[in-house]
Protein backbone atom coordinates (compact mmCIF):
# COMPACT_ATOMS: atom_id res chain seq x y z
CA UNK A 1 0.00 0.00 0.00
CA UNK A 2 1.08 3.59 -0.20
CA UNK A 3 2.63 4.67 2.78
CA UNK A 4 4.99 7.83 4.02
CA UNK A 5 7.40 7.34 6.79
CA UNK A 6 9.48 10.49 8.36
CA UNK A 7 12.06 10.64 11.04
CA UNK A 8 10.83 10.24 14.30
CA UNK A 9 10.51 13.49 16.57
CA UNK A 10 10.65 15.48 19.00
CA UNK A 11 13.44 17.88 16.95
CA UNK A 12 14.75 20.75 19.13
CA UNK A 13 17.36 22.88 17.78
CA UNK A 14 18.83 26.20 18.71
CA UNK A 15 17.92 29.13 16.47
CA UNK A 16 19.98 29.54 13.05
CA UNK A 17 20.75 26.17 12.94
CA UNK A 18 20.35 23.62 10.06
CA UNK A 19 17.10 21.92 10.02
CA UNK A 20 16.51 18.00 8.15
CA UNK A 21 13.51 16.07 8.55
CA UNK A 22 13.74 13.14 6.43
CA UNK A 23 10.70 11.79 4.28
CA UNK A 24 10.62 8.57 2.38
CA UNK A 25 7.29 6.78 0.87
CA UNK A 26 6.07 3.69 -0.57
CA UNK A 27 3.40 4.38 -3.71
CA UNK A 28 2.03 3.22 -6.80
CA UNK A 29 2.67 5.37 -9.91
CA UNK A 30 3.94 9.17 -9.09
CA UNK A 31 2.52 10.87 -6.84
CA UNK A 32 2.53 14.24 -5.74
CA UNK A 33 4.20 15.17 -2.60
CA UNK A 34 3.88 17.72 0.26
CA UNK A 35 4.67 18.90 3.40
CA UNK A 36 2.18 20.67 5.73
CA UNK A 37 2.78 22.15 8.85
CA UNK A 38 1.22 22.68 11.78
CA UNK A 39 1.00 25.20 14.93
CA UNK A 40 -0.11 24.74 17.81
CA UNK A 41 -3.80 24.75 18.28
CA UNK A 42 -4.93 24.85 14.85
CA UNK A 43 -5.07 23.26 11.54
CA UNK A 44 -2.38 22.06 8.71
CA UNK A 45 -1.00 24.83 6.17
CA UNK A 46 0.79 23.73 2.89
CA UNK A 47 4.25 24.68 3.42
CA UNK A 48 5.52 23.42 -0.40
CA UNK A 49 4.54 20.95 -2.62
CA UNK A 50 6.65 19.09 -5.91
CA UNK A 51 4.52 17.06 -8.59
CA UNK A 52 7.42 15.40 -10.24
CA UNK A 53 10.47 13.78 -10.42
CA UNK A 54 13.43 16.21 -9.66
CA UNK A 55 10.89 19.30 -8.88
CA UNK A 56 12.00 21.44 -5.79
CA UNK A 57 9.62 22.89 -4.20
CA UNK A 58 10.50 25.83 -1.60
CA UNK A 59 8.80 28.55 0.65
CA UNK A 60 9.34 30.75 3.40
CA UNK A 61 13.43 29.01 3.34
CA UNK A 62 12.20 25.76 3.52
CA UNK A 63 12.91 23.62 0.51
CA UNK A 64 12.60 19.96 -0.62
CA UNK A 65 13.39 17.89 -3.60
CA UNK A 66 11.62 15.29 -5.10
CA UNK A 67 13.78 12.43 -5.27
CA UNK A 68 12.74 9.41 -7.28
CA UNK A 69 15.08 7.32 -7.37
CA UNK A 70 15.69 7.05 -3.54
CA UNK A 71 11.59 8.24 -2.85
CA UNK A 72 12.98 10.82 -0.81
CA UNK A 73 11.59 14.31 0.12
CA UNK A 74 13.62 15.45 2.53
CA UNK A 75 12.45 19.10 4.14
CA UNK A 76 15.52 21.32 4.84
CA UNK A 77 16.32 25.12 5.97
CA UNK A 78 19.12 26.41 6.24
CA UNK A 79 18.51 28.54 9.36
CA UNK A 80 15.57 28.11 11.49
CA UNK A 81 14.07 30.49 13.96
CA UNK A 82 11.37 30.14 17.01
CA UNK A 83 8.66 30.75 15.18
CA UNK A 84 9.61 27.86 13.10
CA UNK A 85 8.55 25.57 16.05
CA UNK A 86 5.38 23.34 15.07
CA UNK A 87 4.55 19.96 13.72
CA UNK A 88 5.89 19.32 10.49
CA UNK A 89 3.95 16.76 8.04
CA UNK A 90 4.76 14.75 5.04
CA UNK A 91 2.22 13.67 2.78
CA UNK A 92 1.79 12.19 -0.85
CA UNK A 93 -1.29 12.20 -3.12
CA UNK A 94 -1.70 9.86 -5.98
CA UNK A 95 -1.72 10.92 -9.65
CA UNK A 96 -5.60 11.32 -11.31
CA UNK A 97 -6.82 8.24 -12.36
CA UNK A 98 -5.21 5.97 -9.53
CA UNK A 99 -8.54 5.83 -7.86
CA UNK A 100 -7.60 6.99 -4.77
CA UNK A 101 -6.85 11.10 -4.43
CA UNK A 102 -6.54 11.20 -0.40
CA UNK A 103 -3.67 12.40 1.42
CA UNK A 104 -1.49 10.13 2.86
CA UNK A 105 0.58 11.40 5.73
CA UNK A 106 3.65 10.24 8.01
CA UNK A 107 3.56 10.97 11.63
CA UNK A 108 4.52 14.84 12.02
CA UNK A 109 7.97 15.13 13.32
CA UNK A 110 7.64 18.18 16.29
CA UNK A 111 10.01 20.92 16.11
CA UNK A 112 11.10 23.13 18.86
CA UNK A 113 13.33 25.57 17.88
CA UNK A 114 14.83 27.56 21.43
CA UNK A 115 16.38 30.97 21.27
CA UNK B 1 -10.89 35.07 0.08
CA UNK B 2 -12.19 33.29 2.57
CA UNK B 3 -10.64 29.73 3.92
CA UNK B 4 -12.05 26.96 4.26
CA UNK B 5 -14.66 27.04 7.62
CA UNK B 6 -15.33 24.33 10.05
CA UNK B 7 -18.00 24.44 12.89
CA UNK B 8 -18.35 24.14 15.50
CA UNK B 9 -14.23 24.69 16.64
CA UNK B 10 -14.61 22.88 19.91
CA UNK B 11 -17.25 20.88 21.07
CA UNK B 12 -18.08 17.97 24.31
CA UNK B 13 -20.39 14.86 23.55
CA UNK B 14 -21.30 12.12 25.79
CA UNK B 15 -20.63 8.61 25.18
CA UNK B 16 -23.47 7.20 23.19
CA UNK B 17 -24.88 10.40 21.32
CA UNK B 18 -24.22 11.71 17.68
CA UNK B 19 -22.41 14.95 16.52
CA UNK B 20 -22.49 16.49 13.20
CA UNK B 21 -19.59 18.51 11.77
CA UNK B 22 -20.11 21.59 9.52
CA UNK B 23 -17.37 22.37 6.89
CA UNK B 24 -17.40 25.63 4.38
CA UNK B 25 -15.15 25.12 1.54
CA UNK B 26 -13.16 27.77 -0.50
CA UNK B 27 -15.53 29.17 -2.99
CA UNK B 28 -15.37 26.93 -6.19
CA UNK B 29 -13.89 24.37 -4.78
CA UNK B 30 -15.55 20.96 -5.45
CA UNK B 31 -13.54 18.61 -3.46
CA UNK B 32 -14.25 18.09 -0.02
CA UNK B 33 -12.32 15.59 2.26
CA UNK B 34 -12.06 14.63 5.78
CA UNK B 35 -9.69 13.37 8.49
CA UNK B 36 -9.66 12.56 11.54
CA UNK B 37 -6.52 13.71 13.70
CA UNK B 38 -5.31 11.99 17.15
CA UNK B 39 -2.26 11.41 19.13
CA UNK B 40 -2.05 7.74 18.49
CA UNK B 41 -3.12 7.42 14.98
CA UNK B 42 -1.99 10.61 13.43
CA UNK B 43 -3.48 11.84 10.32
CA UNK B 44 -5.90 9.03 8.82
CA UNK B 45 -8.43 9.83 5.99
CA UNK B 46 -12.13 9.45 6.41
CA UNK B 47 -14.06 10.40 3.00
CA UNK B 48 -13.46 12.42 -0.17
CA UNK B 49 -16.86 14.34 -1.31
CA UNK B 50 -16.60 15.38 -5.26
CA UNK B 51 -19.50 17.22 -6.69
CA UNK B 52 -22.07 15.52 -3.99
CA UNK B 53 -20.53 11.89 -4.77
CA UNK B 54 -18.60 10.19 -2.23
CA UNK B 55 -15.92 8.84 -4.24
CA UNK B 56 -13.34 7.47 -1.76
CA UNK B 57 -13.70 6.51 1.98
CA UNK B 58 -11.26 5.68 4.83
CA UNK B 59 -10.97 2.48 6.56
CA UNK B 60 -14.07 3.86 10.03
CA UNK B 61 -16.74 2.00 11.12
CA UNK B 62 -20.11 2.68 9.39
CA UNK B 63 -21.12 4.97 12.29
CA UNK B 64 -18.90 7.79 10.36
CA UNK B 65 -21.06 9.00 7.60
CA UNK B 66 -21.07 12.11 5.38
CA UNK B 67 -22.69 14.66 2.55
CA UNK B 68 -21.49 17.04 0.35
CA UNK B 69 -24.59 19.85 -0.86
CA UNK B 70 -24.83 20.85 -3.78
CA UNK B 71 -23.17 24.47 -2.66
CA UNK B 72 -20.57 22.02 -2.32
CA UNK B 73 -20.55 22.67 1.70
CA UNK B 74 -20.31 19.43 3.45
CA UNK B 75 -21.18 17.85 6.95
CA UNK B 76 -19.95 14.75 8.76
CA UNK B 77 -21.96 12.71 11.24
CA UNK B 78 -20.74 10.21 13.68
CA UNK B 79 -23.28 8.38 15.70
CA UNK B 80 -23.31 6.41 18.39
CA UNK B 81 -19.69 8.22 20.14
CA UNK B 82 -16.97 6.51 21.92
CA UNK B 83 -14.67 7.68 23.93
CA UNK B 84 -12.28 6.66 20.87
CA UNK B 85 -13.96 9.24 18.95
CA UNK B 86 -12.24 12.18 20.52
CA UNK B 87 -10.18 14.17 17.87
CA UNK B 88 -9.64 16.92 15.89
CA UNK B 89 -11.70 16.24 12.17
CA UNK B 90 -10.15 18.43 9.57
CA UNK B 91 -11.87 19.05 6.86
CA UNK B 92 -9.85 19.93 3.63
CA UNK B 93 -10.69 21.78 0.10
CA UNK B 94 -9.58 21.79 -3.62
CA UNK B 95 -11.10 22.66 -6.36
CA UNK B 96 -10.93 19.30 -8.25
CA UNK B 97 -9.01 15.44 -8.02
CA UNK B 98 -5.94 16.52 -9.84
CA UNK B 99 -3.08 14.96 -8.05
CA UNK B 100 -0.78 18.11 -7.95
CA UNK B 101 -3.89 20.79 -7.02
CA UNK B 102 -3.12 21.94 -3.22
CA UNK B 103 -5.48 20.94 -0.92
CA UNK B 104 -6.28 23.75 1.91
CA UNK B 105 -7.27 22.89 5.33
CA UNK B 106 -9.52 24.01 7.92
CA UNK B 107 -8.61 24.75 11.46
CA UNK B 108 -10.16 22.29 12.38
CA UNK B 109 -12.96 20.81 14.73
CA UNK B 110 -12.22 19.36 18.60
CA UNK B 111 -14.27 16.75 19.69
CA UNK B 112 -14.24 15.30 22.88
CA UNK B 113 -16.29 12.81 23.95
CA UNK B 114 -17.12 12.04 27.76
Given amino acids: GNSVTQMEGPVTLSEEAFLTINCTYTATGYPSLFWYVQYP ?14 DKGSNKGFEATYRKETTSFH ?23 AGSYQLTFGKGTKLSVIP | ?27 GHRSVSWYQ ?20 KGNFPGRFSGRQFSNSRSEMNVSTLELGDSALYLCASSSDLSSGNTIYFGEGSWLTVV
Fill in chain 1, 41 to 54: GEGLQLLLKATKAD
Fill in chain 1, 75 to 97: LEKGSVQVSDSAVYFCALRLPKG
Fill in chain 2, 1 to 27: KAGVTQTPRYLIKTRGQQVTLSCSPIS
Fill in chain 2, 37 to 56: QTPGQGLQFLFEYFSETQRN
